[in-house]
């Protein structure tokens, strides 16, 4: 079972829709989780951080933990163009400060 | 603040060949990691440096890859030889740790291998 498990993809969704990705991870005991973005050819930039059960909000972009169920999510409202890119999901297992990432969700925003 | 600094950005070697890449983190980050990212797949970590000290290298493929960070500041890590399935994307990346939590990770420009 790999750690931090994403879907490929690539998921489409079309302008102004809500965009809904999915992450699990393995290790029960981890606390930190995170949401990159990277664009094609660029190095991964944070969007969003969570460590509790429940929403988190900024902006267009709401995560989501259920840490019984190992999953977290990254909602993205009113879909861009410009948000087209591979979110990759980033757990810390327990008692570590490494940070293990998923495959990515490559996300294709439809004009 | 500046970012995080990686030299050189793009890199073409033969294989059985040797490579070093530097990293310089944010000022002041005491973690710093070393990723591999090929292709199509998400950053795999292959050693972090928490000052001067190693971490984490079990991901680290050792006869071929080596790192250091001598003085808790700048990296370097080389491969010796290359093969060709190391060619990739390899990111530097720095946190600065704090309280209870784990911190944001910054990531520098990467640097793209290519092995003939």
């Known amino acids: 079972q790999k750690e931090v498990e994403q879907n490929s993809g690539p998921l489409s969704v079309p302008e102004g829709a809500i965009a809904s990705l999915n992450c699990t991870y393995s290790d029960r005991g981890s606390q930190s989780f995170f949401w990159y973005r990277q664009y094609s050819g660029k190095s991964p930039e944070l969007i969003m951080s969570?460590?509790?059960?429940g929403d988190k909000e900024d902006g267009r972009f709401t995560a989501q933990l259920n840490k019984a169920s190992q999953y977290v999510s990254l909602l993205i409202r009113d879909s861009q163009p410009s948000d087209s890119a591979t979110y990759l999901c980033?757990?810390?297992?327990?008692?570590?400060?490494?940070?293990?990432f998923g495959t990515g969700t490559r996300l294709k925003v439809l004009a | 603040e500046a970012g995080v600094a990686q030299s050189p950005r793009y890199k073409i070697i033969e294989k059985r060949q040797s490579v070093a890449f530097w990293c310089n983190p944010i000022s002041g980050h005491a973690t710093l990691y070393w990723y591999q990212q090929i292709l199509g797949q998400g950053p795999k970590l292959l050693i972090q440096?928490?000052?001067?000290?190693?971490?984490?290298d079990s991901q680290l493929p050792k006869d071929r890859f080596s790192a250091e960070r001598l003085k808790g500041v700048d990296s370097t890590l080389k491969i010796q030889p290359a093969k060709l399935e190391d060619s990739a994307v390899y990111l530097c990346?720095?946190?600065?740790?704090?309280?209870?939590?784990?911190?944001?990770?910054?990531f520098g420009e990467g640097s793209r291998l290519t092995v003939l």
């Open positions: 990346a720095s946190s600065k740790l704090g309280g209870g939590r784990s911190g944001e990770l910054f």
């Open positions: 440096f928490q000052n001067n000290g190693v971490v984490d």
């Open positions: 980033a757990v810390n297992p327990s008692g570590t400060y490494k940070y293990i």
């Open positions: 969570i460590y509790s059960n």
